[in-house]
């Protein structure tokens, strides 16, 4: 899969060797390896403690590998370089938001945290673009889950990052909220984002991916492009897949 | 440099926002402040004990057990939904992050004491005549130390299910140097004494300030990781 040695290519969004992350002696992550180009995005999939949410928080900077390398936006993530965090943001299951702020205050306060000038504009900016400007003084604390997320993807993009990693996003949406979500994903990957997103929810991973994965028991198991799976029989390999590295 | 202190600014105005909303903190550390002097005024006999004596002990127990409080809340509120997450994920030095909270919890540990020493004056009927400034001193010397060392600690047990209980555990300990310098020296004060001649007393609380903010600054990155 992985045909050449890391560097800061510029090509490459992502690009990941040999990464393995080890918790005392359980192995979370036994080895993985891939690449992803900019403006692509990769829909990992995987059972509940596969490694999905380890792999996010190495991408991310928020935790060291034990061993193996990756680069983001061209930057080593051990070495966390600052400009690096500016490249990327982050939409997980919890929202990162203050509860008892307003969507305003929080979303300013990211704003100042990545030294964007005029934090205030651009936080009314992204909160718009979410759709939530009529609630921006309201508390976080009051708002539905769904709101929540939609506030969260605001934080995420306030410093316009070429990368997005998402972990488990529609986790506690209702079908609408999901639809939602699912709209304001697609604008962010025709902005040309690069995203990685886990997902338990097959028909919302395949309908915007260009890349495929399975993740199961710390490495990927499968890594296809889009095209060549298939949706309806998806379900059947993913559970086929799981079985197999199961065993071994 | 800008970026840094600006960084620091939103933290501590953050937090100043959050506590005007929801005026948590404030409000439980004065009342348990008070609360610990009630109860030390109902168990002592002013007749026969010099207020002098006792009481900068019991305004030091009191400010520390309600510091605590404020202490242990601190980085409590930055677990929720993940927001220390959040926050390691922006290009931030992780020192501003302390210096943020520590700043933010000094601040809330001053405007209670500046609550507290009045109630202290009408309990313990203390006059502080021409003393204001150098008890003030001590006050603000003492509370440093505390605020560092706390939110150091506060961020270490912020991960702890036992947290409410580690932190004082871990914190009473590590703050007797500061401690029984804050509470001698208040007492010289309050017997008349200049700051002059208890220099002993104010150069250890200093160099534990320094000791505690240089070690916070030294540790915080591993404190933060993971």
Not at chain 1, 178 to 184: A, G
Not at chain 2, 35 to 48: A, D, E, W
Not at chain 2, 186 to 206: P, R
């Amino acid at each position: 899969m992985i045909d050449s040695k890391p560097s800061p290519n510029p090509g490459h969004a992502i690009r990941v060797r040999g990464i393995r992350k080890h918790f005392g002696h359980l192995e979370a992550l036994r080895g993985v390896d891939f690449e992803l180009k900019k403006g692509e995005f990769l829909s990992l999939f995987g059972p509940n403690g596969a490694g999905k949410t380890t792999l996010i928080r190495i991408l991310s900077a928020l935790a060291r590998p034990s061993s193996g390398t990756a680069t983001v936006a061209g930057y080593d993530v051990m070495e966390a370089d600052p400009e690096m965090r500016r490249e990327i943001g982050v939409i997980s299951h919890a929202s990162f938001l203050y509860a008892d702020l307003s969507p305003l205050e929080n979303i300013r306060f990211y704003a100042t945290m990545y030294g964007i000038e005029n934090a205030e504009t651009r936080a009314v900016e992204v909160i718009d673009e979410v759709g939530l400007k009529p609630r921006m003084h309201d508390r976080v604390r009051t708002f539905s889950r769904g709101m929540l997320q939609r506030l969260s993807i605001a934080r995420a993009i306030v410093h316009n990052p070429s990368i997005l990693f998402l972990d488990e996003p529609y986790t506690g949406l209702d079908q609408h909220a999901s639809e939602i979500l699912k709209d304001q994903l697609q604008a962010l990957h025709t902005d040309q984002r690069t995203i990685l997103m886990t997902t338990h929810d097959f028909s919302r991973g395949l309908e915007m991916c260009d890349r495929v994965a399975v993740m199961v028991r710390g490495k990927l198991a499968l890594w296809e492009s889009a095209e060549q799976v298939d949706p309806a029989g998806f379900e059947r390999l993913y559970l086929e897949t799981v079985e197999r590295e199961g065993k071994n | 440099m800008n970026l840094y202190l600006s960084q620091v600014m939103a933290i501590i105005r953050k937090d100043f926002v959050t506590e005007f909303k929801t005026r948590e903190l404030f409000s439980s550390m004065f009342v348990f402040a008070v609360l610990v002097m009630l109860i030390f005024i109902f168990s002592i006999n002013l007749s026969v004990v010099k207020a002098n004596q006792v009481g900068p002990g019991v305004l030091w127990v009191a400010i520390l057990f309600a510091g605590t409080l404020g202490l242990n809340r601190s980085f409590t509120l930055e677990k929720e939904n993940g927001c220390l997450q959040g926050l390691m994920l922006a290009p931030v030095d992780r020192s501003a992050i302390f210096f943020g909270k520590m700043l933010s919890n000094l601040a809330f540990l001053l405007i209670m004491e500046a609550f507290l020493l009045p109630v202290f004056m009408i309990f313990f009927n203390v006059e502080l005549g021409s003393h204001w400034a150098p008890l003030l001193a001590v006050i603000l010397m003492g509370t440093l130390g505390f605020s560092a060392l706390g939110t150091l600690l506060s961020s270490l047990s912020s991960n702890l299910k036992t947290r409410e209980i580690m932190l004082p555990i871990l914190l009473y300990p590590l703050m007797v140097p500061i401690a029984i310098g804050s509470v001698r020296l208040t007492g010289q004060i309050l017997d008349g004494k200049s700051l002059a001649d208890m220099m002993n007393w104010v150069g250890l609380i200093l160099c534990f300030d320094i000791i505690f903010i240089s070690a916070s600054i030294m540790t915080i990155d591993h404190i933060l990781e993971e």
